[in-house]
């Protein structure tokens, strides 16, 4: 498995924008697709996006659709996922996923790594 270290969370209003950072050891990142989730007080985990670890497709959940952008750096093997246009409905603890040889899948069960989550607020 490959460690994952999150940062980048904290406290915006709603209109700004946060960049996320996911920070990958141990293993070769390359091989390696990279998804971030998210959950809300109260509520369940849910799909955010994802970057495949071989041609740099994506995926985005629909609540996050042309505000959000994945992308990847293999050589500082470490993921981003930029944050513009954010709303209340956006805060939660934002999670790092990755799989190794992994598809575009949102389930968060077919992951095999996950990092300890950074909390992201936004106030209206």
């Known amino acids: 498995q490959v460690q994952l270290v999150e940062s980048g969370g904290g406290l915006v209003q709603a209109g700004g924008s946060l960049r996320l950072s996911c920070a990958a050891s141990?293993?070769?990142?390359?091989?390696?697709?990279m998804a971030w989730f998210r959950q809300a007080p109260g509520k369940e985990r849910e799909f955010v996006a994802v970057?495949?670890?071989?041609?740099?497709?994506?995926n985005y959940a629909d609540s996050v659709k042309g505000r959000f952008t994945i992308s990847r750096d293999n050589a500082k093997s470490t993921s981003y996922l930029q944050m513009n246009s954010l709303k209340p409905e956006d805060t939660a603890v934002y999670y790092c996923?990755?799989?190794?040889?992994?598809?575009?899948?949102?389930?968060?069960?077919?992951?095999?790594?996950w990092g300890q989550g950074t909390q992201v607020t936004i106030s209206s």
């Open positions: 141990g293993r070769t990142f390359s091989y390696y697709s």
């Open positions: 970057i495949k670890w071989s041609g740099g497709s994506t």
């Open positions: 996923a990755a799989k190794r040889f992994g598809s575009l899948t949102v389930r968060g069960y077919e992951y095999d790594s």
